[in-house]
């Protein structure tokens, strides 16, 4: 939940049943609404409340619409009416009295719950850590709205009443429960939105080539399973079916309403569609925040109008939604092809490629359970598409094409669950640009050339991510319908030996693996193949005779030395491909194990119906490298599926809360410019600055001195070199026999990024009288450089192990990002960095570090000591629980970090903090 400076913080949450209510601060002029509420209710839910009857109503009102400054009352909105309150009141310096109410006509829906949730939110923000509920004895269901809350809960006999007392910080059971109701809310919205009893479209046009002529048009022709009402104020009927003026004109009950009309008319229609009491809206109009300013004010009334009603959105600036379920037969988009019913559930981000994608799918034979056309995205997005499908029986597959991300940590988590039991595919567009970052550490560098970001979060989530539209129909016509591979290792079967050795290459191009054939399996083949056959891996048949592809293949699928199956078909004069196809369809079908089966027919299409059209589907491939590719990407997928989840490690021994009381303090240094006229600069200059502004907003940010970045790694366990700070040479000479012998002396100045570049770093000086040297150097060169303002680090050298970087960048979207990678001071050239989102776990840890080339050295490759892994992994999940603790950390580079045979070592550490903007 965000807001900018100024502005009312609200929450728009989406309830069990798939409606929305909006949580906000009551307002004095809420006096009235809040009387009403009261008075609605029954006399048994005031005696529970109150604990008695409550006689003035209206003080109650009052006092609710007006609380104590401490205080905190909250009003939840729904249809246009308050119909819940809840608030917390201050009895001591951390502890409050929390209590909520609910209208009759509205309890079981989860609404105590949010309250509960939001107000030990806005507690914690004012530092209040501990909440008490007095709740009558045979209360039992505001006992149980705590018990399924997830807070820890205590509960102690008062007189006549059970005292209930917890703590405002939610647990991780707590979080769970969280998810799984809104996991429930965002299916509820969604099932609703597919599966309508009765759609009204709202601009339906007589003329057919129009946007709202071929809308309505695809409801009648694609059979929907009820009513379709055609509002148009111009028309008494339309294609033959009687109109209405209005929404409001429409007799009987309307569960979709399809806009299609132009921009400012769609507002009015959508608080039209509200008062008419629709529970779904899709709006097909363009004109909204894709425009610009005054759009995306448009914008802003469209969904407030929605929030305000408890209608859920798609679009605006969309294509429609289909559900190709029998029993429903949605065609509500204007898309002149109907999809073929089938496995797939898309959605599509753009509504023109959304058109092109279903053009494809059905010359591919890959049918669809549901498409949806997001659009803007105002209101229902990916993440709640993503939880729908996941409990939906008729989809196997989740498609996805995407131009945005709105919020992906969240998206990360819903893919993370979903992808456990069905395989997501995605085209993420806007590749080049997406890394433009005004970073100044090699992290930044590293993370900031390109969307590895992007690739991150689909790796830790287990998204197939494919370069191109070609790639994702390739990849989705083999998940959707055939057995996921249980490992690498492939069979080849061909008519033709250049056709074989390119299948071959394609695979070793792709990590796939080509096994030789065991004698055994050579026997088997021999008995029915002509005898200049080869009989290696790739099989090679000679002859292509239909019956000699059927029988090898079950030959080579019996065998449990390869994962998948690869056949390839280049037509000889002398053979019906239609008799191959069948063959190779017939022996497929009756599989003595699930086996993933991929064909490759060259030279024509002819048979390529047939494989598509049986009893199990056999996806085709033009060319050997296409299949080879789905065949790889499937195979990571697996991998990934069959892997253990991880677990986020907690560390006992971390001290959070000096850390945030030291960035605290280093941050009030920094005075808040409130003043917009002056530019930021793209580099923040290294110690005391000022604010800069992120993303439009103005924040506080700085570079820690070293003593404040020794410190926040103390806090979090992780180990830097002994060292020291000194003012002068000499100063410097006598405190480095404190660190131990020898020592590397650093010059630490405002606006050195890199200390060997600026000619401010000597190493392995052995006494004092060198110490004194080097600094001096080091000082006329940071003078020279116009650097007078600088004092020297001295510290310890490290003994000799694997220099390697980790680093962070925090994503204004995407939050903490960590890379692990070759470190020291060739970190940019190698550029050998592998990248993750926060939070870690302890398998993305061991992920990261053997992915890299340089995992070879810290195993002790060419010679040397194998290095300590594990301390280089706790590193990392020691990192990642600071920057998830503390989201003022901007930017940090250890580099390099010394993995040792023993333990691993910060030598050089930069760390910038950033008061979060607010926006």
């Not at 997928?637 to 009381?661: C, H, I, Q, T």
């Not at 600071?882 to 050089?908: K, R, S, T, Y």
């Amino acid at each position: 939940m965000s807001m900018a400076p100024g502005q009312e913080r609200v929450r728009d949450a989406v309830l069990r049943d798939g409606s929305s209510i909006r949580l906000r601060r009551s307002r004095p002029e809420d006096e009235a609404g809040l009387l009403a509420f009261l008075s609605a209710l029954a006399l048994e839910s005031r005696r529970m409340r109150f604990a008695g009857l409550v006689t003035d109503l209206a003080g109650l009102a009052r006092r609710w619409a007006e609380p104590e400054a401490r205080d905190c009352s909250l009003v939840g909105e729904a249809g246009g009416r308050i119909v819940a309150h809840g608030s917390y009141n201050v009895a001591g310096r951390d502890i409050a009295e929390v209590a909520f109410l609910v209208a009759d006509e509205c309890q079981g829906r989860g609404i105590a719950t949010l309250l509960l949730d939001e107000l030990a939110a806005r507690a914690r923000d004012a530092d209040i850590t501990t909440f008490y509920a007095e709740v009558l004895p045979e209360n039992a269901r505001m006992l149980e709205v705590f018990r399924e809350s997830g807070f820890p809960t205590r509960v102690r006999v008062e007189p006549g009443a059970l005292v209930v007392e917890f703590p405002t910080e939610l647990s991780d059971a707590a979080r769970e429960r969280f998810e799984q109701r809104e996991r429930i809310a965002a299916s509820a919205a969604v099932d609703a939105l597919l599966h309508p009893a009765s759609v009204a479209v709202i601009g339906a046009s007589r003329r057919r080539g129009t946007v709202g002529g071929e809308l309505f048009h695809n409801l009648l022709e694609g059979g929907f399973q009820g009513p379709v009402y055609p509002v148009n104020p111009n028309a008494d009927v339309v294609q033959s079916v009687a109109a209405y003026r209005s929404i409001l004109d429409v007799p009987s009950r309307v569960d979709l309403a399809v806009i299609v009309l132009p921009p400012a008319a769609s507002v009015a229609a959508a608080e039209q569609c509200a008062e008419r009491g629709v529970r779904s809206l899709v709006v097909i109009s363009p004109g909204f925040a894709e425009i610009g300013p005054d759009g995306a004010e448009r914008q802003r009334e469209l969904v407030s109008v929605c929030r305000r009603a408890g209608m859920r959105l798609v679009g605006p600036n969309c294509m429609g939604v289909m559900n190709l379920d029998p029993a429903v037969d949605l065609h509500a988009t204007f898309a002149p092809t109907m999809p073929l019913p089938g496995r797939v559930g898309f959605m599509s981000q753009s509504g023109s490629l959304g058109l092109a994608i279903i053009q494809r799918a059905n010359r591919l034979g890959l049918g669809l359970s549901s498409f949806v056309s997001a659009g803007n995205k105002a209101d229902l997005s990916g993440n709640d598409f993503l939880q729908y499908w996941e409990g939906d029986e008729r989809t196997h597959l989740v498609a996805l094409y995407l131009e945005s991300l709105g919020n992906p940590r969240k998206f990360s988590r819903i893919a993370r669950r979903v992808g456990r039991t069905k395989p997501i595919i995605a085209v993420k567009s806007g590749r080049s640009a997406a890394g433009a970052r005004a970073t100044s550490s090699h992290t930044g560098a590293l993370i900031g050339a390109s969307d590895v970001t992007v690739d991150a979060l689909f790796h830790q989530a287990g998204i197939v991510r494919t370069d191109t539209l070609s790639e994702f129909f390739d990849v989705a016509s083999l998940l959707a319908d055939q057995p996921l591979p249980a490992g690498r290792r492939v069979a080849i079967l061909t008519n033709g030996g250049g056709p074989g050795i390119l299948a071959v290459d394609a695979c070793d191009a792709d990590g796939l693996e080509v096994p030789p054939l065991p004698p055994e399996v050579r026997a088997r083949l021999a008995e029915f193949l002509p005898p200049e056959a080869a009989l290696g891996n790739p099989v090679d048949t000679i002859d292509g005779a239909p019956e000699s592809f059927a029988r090898a293949i079950r030959v080579l699928a019996g065998w449990d030395g390869v994962d998948a199956l690869l056949v390839l078909f280049v037509p000889p004069l002398a053979t019906s491909e239609e008799d191959v196809a069948l063959a190779i369809r017939s022996a497929v079908e009756d599989l003595p194990r699930p086996i993933p089966v991929l064909c490759v027919f060259m030279a024509s299409d002819d048979g390529v119906s047939t494989l598509r059209g049986g009893r199990v589907r056999i996806p085709v491939y033009a060319f050997p490298e296409e299949a080879a590719r789905a065949l790889s990407l499937a195979v990571q997928y697996a991998e990934w599926r069959a892997a253990p989840v991880g677990s986020v490690p907690r560390f006992e021994d971390v001290r959070s809360d000096d850390a945030a009381a030291m960035i605290a303090a280093s941050l009030a240094r920094v005075p808040l410019t409130t003043s917009t006229a002056e530019p930021v600069p793209e580099t923040p200059p290294p110690g005391t600055g000022p604010a800069q502004r992120t993303g439009g907003a103005l924040a506080r940010s700085r570079w820690l001195d070293p003593d404040e970045v020794a410190c926040l790694l103390e806090c979090y366990g992780i180990p830097i070199a002994p060292w020291r700070l000194a003012s002068t040479p000499g100063e410097a000479a006598q405190v480095a026999g404190e660190v131990g012998w020898p020592v590397a002396v650093k010059g630490v100045a405002p606006g050195i990024l890199h200390k060997a570049e600026a000619k401010a770093v000597a190493l392995n000086v052995p006494d004092p009288a060198g110490v004194e040297a080097a600094a001096r150097q080091i000082g006329t060169a940071l003078d020279a450089a116009g650097r007078s303002e600088h004092r020297y680090l001295v510290q310890r050298m490290m003994p000799p192990g694997t220099e390697m970087l980790v680093g962070v960048v925090n994503d204004r979207l995407f939050g903490p990002v960590i890379a692990c990678g070759a470190g020291g001071s060739a970190a940019q050239l190698l550029r050998d960095v592998a990248v993750r989102i926060t939070p870690l776990t302890d398998r993305d840890a061991a992920e990261m570090v053997r992915s890299l080339v340089t995992y070879r050295l810290l195993e002790g490759h060419g010679g040397g000591a194998p290095t300590d892994v594990a301390a280089l992994e706790d590193t990392l999940l020691r990192v990642s629980a600071m920057v998830e603790a503390h989201p003022e950390v901007a930017e940090m580079d250890c580099n390099p970090l010394i993995v040792l045979d023993q333990g691993a070592v910060v030598v050089d550490a930069r760390i910038r903090i950033e008061l979060p903007s607010r926006d």
